[in-house]
C-alpha cells in the first residue's frame, strides 16, 4: 500500500528503511514510510511555497531538491533535523547518490553531478537514445555503474551509462495499476532499489500502490 494523497518525487531504500519526498505547493514533505504496510512512519512537512522534488541519502543526511526555489535542503537521516541548504541555479526534479557524486536531472536530458559536500556541478552528460537526446528525465535511481530514470508523462524508465549518457535498456513499467487504481492518479515516479534482493520498488505521483519489481531482459 502507498498514500494515495502522496504526490511522489524520490524513494530512499537504505537498510530495509524507505524515505520518500511529496511534492506540491503545501502538501510537500519528506517522509519515512513502512515498507511492508505503506504506513506514513514519520513525516516532515516542507513550508510552502517550496514544492519538493528528488531524494538521495549521502551517509546519514538526505538531500531534498526543490523544483523551482533554487535550493537543496539536508536532514538527519534519523531525526529529520535539518541542517546545511545548497543553493543551484536552474529546477531539480530527480536526485541519486552514486558513492561519489550526487546526480541530478532537470527535466532536460542533461544529468549533472555534484559533490556532496559543496552541491557544486563537477561535470554533466546528456542521455540520448539512438543519438537522439532523451528530455524529461524526472526521478533518479543509482545502482552500482547505473542510472535508472522515469521519463516524465511515460510508463518507462531507462537505464543509462553516467559515462556517457547512453541509454542501455528500457523498462515498460504500463499497465501495473488496474484501471480503477489509475483513475486519479497522476504518472509513474519514483524507483527504490533493494539490493538485499536485487529487486525495485517503484510507484508514482498519488499511485494507492508501490511495486517490488524484478527488471528482466
Known sequence: PHDPTAFTQGLVLAEGRLFESTGLEGRSSLREVDVTTGRVLRKLDVPAP????GLALVG?????????????YTYDRDTFKEGASFPYRGEGWGLCY???DLVMSDGSARLTFRGPETFRAVREVVVREGG???????????VGPDVYANVWMTDRIVRI?????????????????SPSERYGTDVLNGIAHDPSSDTFL?????????????FVR
Open 98 to 100: 552514486d558513492g561519489r
Open 132 to 142: 537522439q537526446p532523451v528530455e524529461q528525465l524526472n526521478e533518479l535511481e543509482c
Open 60 to 72: 546519514a543526511r538526505l538531500f531534498q531538491i526543490t523544483w523551482k526555489h533554487e535550493t537543496a
Open 202 to 214: 517503484i510507484t508514482g505521483k498519488l499511485w494507492p500502490k508501490i511495486f517490488r519489481v524484478r
Open 161 to 177: 551509462d553516467p559515462k556517457t549518457g547512453a541509454v542501455t535498456a528500457t523498462i515498460d513499467a504500463a499497465n501495473l495499476l
Open 50 to 53: 517550496v514544492f519538493a522534488e
